[in-house]
């Protein structure tokens, strides 16, 4: 049963949300009228700055010393890949904004990072779940763009819900963070990227 737990950790580990969430974005009827190279574009963005230059910055920083391991099981070890993390999102942000996404694309990734700030603040005082807060952001995501195309993903939307369950479960099975944590993580990653782009088309 912990093999299971540890896997279910390893296949929707933090960084690798943005992938999925991209993934199933490029599954809209929109995007059939896309150029397969701005597609392409936009998702080599999103694989470069919101997952493999943050997970190189925390391998980095632990080989460099600068912080005790790559779980970042201490408070002070989240601030700077944290803070590294955010300046990442923002210039994915940027990028997918300058090659003309759909807005609920690069709005998600701008709410996105609002949400690890919230959580690096929170972080002095109380440990948040990154990988329930990364699984919000994509469930906050998918809610936002269906309102944006006023359809109903249903699929998209209950695997997520599914997925966010599974995490959860690994998660409190491993002793890795309480359930307050675990709740805390997914309403500040769904509320921010659903209500942040929300308020900015208000």
């Known amino acids: 049963m912990k093999t299971i737990a540890r896997l279910i ?17 490029f599954t809209f009827d929109l995007f059939r009228f896309y150029p ?27 080989k460099l010393n600068v912080i005790d391991n790559i779980k970042l099981n201490n408070t002070s070890d989240r601030i700077l890949p944290y803070s ?3 300046l ?14 759909p ?31 990364s699984i919000g952001c994509l469930f906050g995501g998918l809610l936002f763009a269906s309102l944006k195309m006023m359809v109903f993903p249903s699929v998209w ?8 369950g599974l995490i959860s479960s690994a998660r409190l099975y491993l002793h890795k963070n309480t359930e307050e944590q675990l709740l805390g993580g997914f309403v500040i990653g769904s509320a921010s990227t659903l209500l942040f782009p929300l308020l900015s088309v208000l």
């Open 36 to 62: 397969l190279e701005m597609i392409r574009m936009a998702f080599t963005f999103v694989v470069i700055f919101a997952a493999f230059l943050p997970m190189l910055t925390i391998f980095v920083l632990s």
């Open 84 to 86: 590294c993390t955010i």
């Open 157 to 164: 939307i209950y695997s997520v819900l599914l997925a966010a």
């Open 9 to 25: 950790s390893i296949l929707f580990f933090p960084f690798f949300m943005p992938i999925y969430g991209i993934l199933i974005f």
């Open 88 to 101: 990442s999102f923002m210039i994915c942000t940027i990028l997918l904004y300058r090659i003309y996404m």
């Open 103 to 133: 807005g609920f694309i690069y709005k998600t990734m701008f709410a996105s990072s609002i949400a690890i700030l919230i959580c690096l603040i929170l972080n002095f005082k109380w440990k948040i779940s990154s990988h329930t807060t």
